[in-house]
């Protein structure tokens, strides 16, 4: 009985306001619960999307729907203790930026639940292509234009309103832009080198990633390569002109 409650404690006793990497931000009432019902990262079910340095990505199923599980993996080299630690703060700060950048009105995929002792995200699965397929589509079989705007614009949106509520991605890659199928709303993925800050400086770095994102998508465009800086250049233009309007362009 005593167990019980203690482990019933544990789940209802929310952790003091956090900061997301750098910043030093309370973001209120934002409170993530240990999940009594968990996925196991294990199980023979999942199948794994993509591996990186830092984490793993499966498809699986939550609760019947269909999910995607971020798994952030120990470091053999760290000790043990020192591992756990960082892992967790790491996690914890994932969510919670990715929590923020919901509460600033940009689409991220909505999170069903965090395991601090497996260490996982689990999300919902966005159904829809990454924004770097569809620029190496452009490359192969040319530019449509009205969509291309579409999606400078979005993400021009999307950047303005990170940057204006203090959230740095810390990743803007075209890989972690996705279009969602059927509405073509773009969402943002991996929040996981995110942080706060107001600083110019860091903004421009978040920028000055994104640049060079496009430009070696395009520098590597097939048949068109010849073309490659001149998309480049469309893309770039229409986004800037999108970030000026959001005070969110920063020269670099």
């Known amino acids: 009985m005593a167990k019980q409650r203690s482990r019933r404690s544990l789940e209802r006793t929310p952790e003091p306001p956090f900061a997301c990497g750098r910043g030093q931000e309370n973001f209120g009432a934002v409170v993530f619960f240990i999940m009594e019902i968990k996925t196991d990262v294990k199980e023979s079910s999942l199948i794994l999307l993509k591996q990186g ?11 019947g729907r269909r999910s995607v599980i971020k798994e952030r993996f120990s470091k053999k080299y760290r000790h043990p203790t020192l591992d756990s630690k960082i ?33 996982t995200l689990t999300f919902v699965h966005v159904e829809g292509l990454s924004v770097k397929d569809i620029l190496l589509e452009f490359g192969s079989h040319g530019i449509i234009e009205e969509r291309l705007d579409d999606i400078a614009l979005q993400i021009g949106d999307v950047i303005g309103k990170l940057h204006d509520g203090g959230l740095i991605h810390g990743d803007l890659t075209t890989s ?13 993925i991996d929040f996981g080198l995110s942080f706060t800050s107001t600083l110019p400086e860091d903004k421009a770095v978040d920028l000055y990633v994104l640049e060079r994102a496009l430009l070696s998508m395009h520098s590597s465009c097939g048949n068109v390569a010849t073309e490659s800086n001149f ?22």
Not at 88 to 114: D, F, H, I, W
Not at 176 to 188: E, P
Not at 234 to 250: D, E, F, W
């Open 87 to 119: 892992t967790l703060k790491r996690l914890n700060a994932e969510a919670r930026c990715m929590t923020k950048a919901r509460q600033l009105g940009v689409s991220t995929p909505v999170l069903y639940s965090v395991d601090p002792v497996l260490h």
């Open 176 to 188: 972690n832009m996705l279009l969602k199928s059927g509405t073509n709303q773009l969402v943002l």
């Open 231 to 252: 998309h480049s250049s469309i893309v770039i233009g229409s986004m800037n002109s999108i970030l000026v309007q959001h005070g969110a362009y920063v020269y670099v």
């Open 53 to 63: 340095a830092e984490a793993r990505v499966f498809e699986s199923n939550f609760v």
